[in-house]
């Protein structure tokens, strides 16, 4: 039997998803082959389970980190053995000192939690809906994270360092409001109250042309407190901490 590595991937990729779990043997199927399997689907998955236990058995009396259980197979691992599992360890510290104002401990956590990325999840697998399932959770968690790491930065007076990064955020992620937000923010603290205006305008226009939108309150309140160098506070927002601003 034709042995794909693409395959095997696939089912090594979902059984980490669900470390821990039992994931059915009907599941691996479908999420390989959709709803048309082809007749011998069942026998080639336990072909490529074969390859994955030579692959990750450990030494000593451990044995196979792939145990078959009905109705299909789980693998476990080591808590630290799972690079998701440590990345939403450091994201859950740094959301804990954020929350306590320990800023630049929990920038420290985001960075080291946002270094540990190489490149797109899972790589370039795409198939099945564990898969982009886990996918979509992972880019909003990575997105939250710049998201925090951006407040944080904010919070401990590095506007004019954020400039550029900013910048970068916008282009790659056009629809992310929060990164306009963010931008706008750390211009206007660079008294670089045009471009921070400008930078509204070039979201607005983005969002009218994508999904026919006006941007959320957040960005419209923010321009307006620029506009009248006042947050709804009565104080100028220079000096006014980023989680008081409202937001949408």
């Keep these: 039997m034709f042995i794909s590595a693409r395959k095997i991937e696939t089912v090594l990729a979902i059984l980490l998803i669900r470390a821990g ?15 048309d399997p082809p007749r011998r689907a069942a026998a080639g998955i336990h072909v490529y389970i074969s390859q994955l236990r030579k692959f990750l058995n450990r030494p000593g009396p451990s044995g196979s980190v792939i145990v078959t259980r009905p109705p299909g197979y789980v693998l476990h691992m080591r808590d630290d053995e799972i690079d998701v599992d440590a990345f939403m ?35 370039d697998l795409r198939d099945g809906c564990t898969i982009m399932g886990f996918v979509t959770w992972l880019e909003e968690a990575r ?8 407040n944080s930065y904010l919070e401990l007076g590095h506007h004019r360092e954020l400039v550029g ?26 008294e670089r109250q045009a471009e921070a205006l400008g930078v509204y305008q070039s979201a607005r226009r983005v969002l009218n042309n994508e999904l026919g939108l006006e941007p959320c309150r957040a960005l419209r309140d923010l321009q307006r407190a620029i506009l009248t160098a006042t947050d709804d506070f009565g104080t100028d927002i220079r000096e006014t901490p980023i989680n008081l601003l409202p937001r949408g």
């Design 21 to 35: 779990q039992v994931v059915a043997l009907d599941q691996l199927i479908t999420e390989i082959w959709g709803e």
């Design 89 to 123: 360890r450091l994201m859950n510290k740094g959301r804990m000192h954020a929350r306590e104002r320990r800023h630049q401990e929990a920038a420290a956590c985001f960075e080291n939690a946002l270094a540990m990325w190489r490149g797109p999840a899972v790589g």
């Design 143 to 150: 997105l939250e994270c710049i998201e925090i790491l951006m």
């Design 165 to 190: 990064r900013l910048y970068s955020l916008t282009r790659e992620y056009p629809l992310y409001e929060a990164f306009y937000r963010h931008l706008m923010l750390a211009l206007y603290r660079s």
